[in-house]
Each structure stands twice: as C-alpha cells, then as structure tokens.
C-alpha cells in the first residue's frame, strides 16, 4: 500500500510564499503522476497541478503563480506556492496512482490527509 504525506501548510499574508511537499512511502513517482488539489470551506475538490514525466499542467486560477516539481531520488514532489491571496486558502491534498496526467481527481488512487494553508493578514 502506497502512502502519501503532505507538510508545508500553514498561515501566510498575501503575497507571500509557501512550499508544500508530499512524500511517498515508494518510488510511485518514477511512473505515476503527481497531483495536486485543494478544498475550500462548502466546495468540492480543486485540481490545482499536476506532474507527469516531464509536463506539468495547472489550473487558470494558480498558473504563473505555482510551480509543481519532483525529485525522484526523495520520492517527493511539491507544490511552490507565490503571490498567495486569500482564494488560496483551502486544504491542500496531493495524490499519485495514475500514470495519466489529470486535474481531475477522479483517477488518483492514493491520496494524503492533507493540510491546510490560510492566505489571510
């Protein structure tokens, strides 16, 4: 069973910076893609990134302000948040168990608990 885990979150103003990383328990990342989303208050769940081989793909919302990346020698891949403003605030979830890029959540397999990042002065 492969087992994912988010750190990173936390507060931060607008405009300011976070990096989240997931880590996996196995090597997942050399042949799936890495997701990640995010969940506000009273919404459904938001395709934010994702990252298969060498293409990376974003959502309109966080595109020019969020940079997915791996290391596959960490099992780890994470999402560099920039230019953060209050719509960012949400639980953050990354996800793997695909080797199809999507934003959608639906074919990821494996997914951490999440953890919360709160845009707010």
């Known amino acids: 069973q492969v087992q994912v885990e988010e750190s990173g979150g936390g507060l931060v103003q607008p405009g300011g910076s976070l990096r989240l990383s997931c880590a996996a328990s196995t090597n997942i990342y050399s042949f799936y893609s890495g997701g990640w989303f995010r969940q506000a208050p009273g919404k459904g769940r938001e395709g934010v990134a994702c990252?298969?081989?060498?293409?990376?793909y974003y959502a309109d919302s966080v595109k020019g302000r969020f940079t997915i990346s791996r290391d596959n020698a960490k099992n780890t891949v994470y999402l560099q948040m920039n230019t953060l403003k209050p719509e960012d605030t949400a639980v953050y979830y990354c996800?793997?168990?695909?080797?199809?890029?999507?934003?959608?959540?639906?074919?990821?397999?494996?997914w951490g608990q999440g953890t919360q990042v709160t845009v707010s002065s």
């Open positions: 996800a793997t168990g695909t080797p199809w890029a999507s934003l959608n959540p639906g074919p990821y397999g494996y």
């Open positions: 990252i298969s081989g060498g293409n990376t």
